[in-house]
């Protein structure tokens, strides 16, 4: 299963993950970094009183490769 993982710093200066399941893998970083900003400029994201998405700071995919074992 492949996902974007997508580090924001809060409000307070410490880091907030957001898990997207199945992105679109045909955006290019700046469309990606595009949209976080958009999603950072709503300012309705807050939880007692700390801002979970002040800026977006990095984001990669990551795959997890399930094994069956029997």
Not at 4 to 20: C, D, I, M, P, Q
Not at 28 to 51: A, H, P, Q, Y
Request: proline share 3%; charged share 30%.
């Amino acid at each position: 299963m492949l996902k974007l993982s997508v580090a924001f710093e809060t409000s307070e200066g410490k880091v907030h993950r957001w898990n997207y399941k199945e992105p679109n893998q045909e955006l290019t970083s700046e469309e990606i970094k595009t949209e976080m900003d958009k999603l950072c400029g709503l300012g309705i994201f807050e939880k007692n009183g700390v801002r979970l998405y002040e800026r977006a700071s990095s984001a990669k995919y990551v795959e997890t490769i399930e094994t069956p074992v029997f």
